[in-house]
């Protein structure tokens, strides 16, 4: 991982500071060498994003869909060695499903800990996944966990303090239906970053990673195709229902299967919206990039 951010050419004095982390926190790191299915790229959200946690904040990443909310939460957990544990909102989430709850076993009651309970007493990295999907009262009980106090309060239980390693990370969606704002009282708890889309060489890096056989100058005409889009979405002719990273990425994985490239962008890409007209326009951006003659065969080699 520190490999890595050596690469993002992160200031070497930030990699020294999380290698400090690392050490001083030692006997709880996570160890595991299991390899990340995605490495996050921008350089100045790193760095950000470290800052915010070498200093104890929480942070909160908000941003549209797939701008790696939840690569870049995952990232940090590995960078700082730490245990992660994900806990996704929803409007039903309530108390005992993010802290734990009393349960029954070989009959006698026991606490079953939650996520939050789990990192507070292990020193992990805890990803609260669309934080904002959940009810305002329902989060109430994060208030002291998150702020000077980092405790945990458990009806019938003594106080639990949180660990001095554990760090918070909370993702946030906004843009599209069914999202809602996060009220302040949680807000003024987190450090916010803003999470830009990703660039046209991080995604040609991004590109080539994930798709060992894709040949560079097709990677280049795909990350171009998304910064097309993008421009679109910008100048308000595209929704951005169709700026969709997972989208292209989907459709790559079919072509490297061999489907055609021009079905194969409609199912990533194109069909995401239903707007006729939007349609059109995606489908001549893809003509300007990439020709009706193009196989499977000519892009990955
Ligand atoms: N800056 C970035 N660096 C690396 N991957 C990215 C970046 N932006 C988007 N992605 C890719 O987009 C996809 C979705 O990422 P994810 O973290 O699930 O997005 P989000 O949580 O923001 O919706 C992943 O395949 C991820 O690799
Ligand atoms: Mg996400």
Same mark, same amino acid.
């Given at each position: 991982?520190?490999?890595?951010?050596?690469?993002?050419?992160?200031?070497?004095?930030?990699?020294?500071?999380?290698?400090?982390?690392?050490?001083?926190?030692?006997?709880?790191?996570?160890?595991?060498?299991?390899?990340?299915?995605?490495?996050?790229?921008?350089?100045?959200?790193?760095?950000?994003?470290?800052?915010?946690?070498?200093?104890?904040?929480?942070?909160?990443?908000?941003?549209?869909?797939?701008?790696?909310?939840?690569?870049?939460?995952?990232?940090?957990?590995?960078?700082?060695?730490?245990?992660?544990?994900?806990?996704?909102?929803?409007?039903?989430?309530?108390?005992?499903?993010?802290?734990?709850?009393?349960?029954?076993?070989?009959?006698?009651?026991?606490?079953?800990?939650?996520?939050?309970?789990?990192?507070?007493?292990?020193?992990? +990295?805890?990803? &609260?996944?669309?934080?904002?999907?959940?009810?305002? %009262?329902?989060?109430?009980?994060?208030?002291? #966990? =998150? *702020?000077?106090?980092?405790?945990?309060?458990?009806?019938?239980?003594?106080?639990?303090?949180?660990?001095?390693?554990?760090?918070?990370?909370?993702?946030?969606?906004?843009?599209?239906?069914?999202?809602?704002?996060?009220?302040?009282?949680?807000?003024?708890?987190?450090?916010?970053?803003?999470?830009?889309?990703?660039?046209?060489?991080?995604?040609?890096?991004?590109?080539?990673?994930?798709?060992?056989?894709?040949?560079?100058?097709?990677?280049?005409? +795909?990350?171009? &195709?998304?910064?097309?889009?993008?421009?679109?979405? %910008?100048?308000?002719?595209?929704?951005?229902? #169709? =700026? *969709?990273?997972?989208?292209?990425?989907?459709?790559?994985?079919?072509?490297?299967?061999?489907?055609?490239?021009?079905?194969?962008?409609?199912?990533?890409?194109?069909?995401?919206?239903?707007?006729?007209?939007?349609?059109?326009?995606?489908?001549?951006?893809?003509?300007?990039?990439?020709?009706?003659?193009?196989?499977?065969?000519?892009?990955?080699?």
């Amino acid at each position: 991982m520190l490999e890595h951010l050596k690469k993002e050419q992160i200031n070497p004095s930030i990699i020294e500071e999380i290698k400090k982390y690392r050490q001083k926190y030692a006997d709880t790191a996570d160890t595991s060498q299991t390899s990340l299915r995605y490495l996050y790229y921008g350089k100045e959200i790193w760095e950000a994003a470290v800052h915010a946690l070498l200093c104890g904040e929480n942070l909160l990443l908000a941003g549209s869909k797939a701008t790696g909310k939840n690569v870049l939460a995952e990232n940090l957990a590995r960078a700082f060695r730490r245990p992660c544990y994900n806990l996704s909102f929803h409007i039903n989430m309530d108390a005992s499903s993010m802290i734990g709850n009393d349960t029954f076993r070989n009959g006698e009651v026991v606490f079953r800990p939650g996520p939050i309970y789990q990192s507070a007493v292990d020193g992990g +990295f805890c990803i &609260l996944d669309e934080i904002n999907m959940a009810r305002n %009262e329902a989060l109430a009980v994060l208030h002291s #966990v =998150l *702020d000077f106090r980092r405790t945990i309060h458990i009806p019938g239980y003594d106080q639990i303090p949180v660990h001095p390693a554990t760090r918070f990370i909370a993702t946030m969606n906004y843009g599209y239906a069914g999202t809602r704002e996060l009220n302040e009282a949680l807000a003024s708890r987190f450090v916010i970053l803003q999470m830009p889309s990703i660039t046209q060489d991080n995604l040609t890096r991004l590109l080539l990673r994930e798709f060992p056989g894709i040949k560079k100058q097709f990677a280049e005409q +795909f990350s171009g &195709l998304f910064s097309d889009i993008e421009k679109k979405c %910008e100048s308000g002719e595209l929704t951005e229902k #169709v =700026l *969709d990273l997972r989208g292209l990425l989907d459709a790559l994985r079919l072509i490297q299967n061999g489907l055609s490239p021009y079905p194969a962008l409609d199912m990533g890409l194109t069909n995401k919206t239903f707007d006729a007209y939007e349609q059109t326009l995606i489908r001549d951006i893809i003509t300007t990039r990439i020709s009706k003659k193009t196989e499977s065969t000519t892009i990955f080699s």
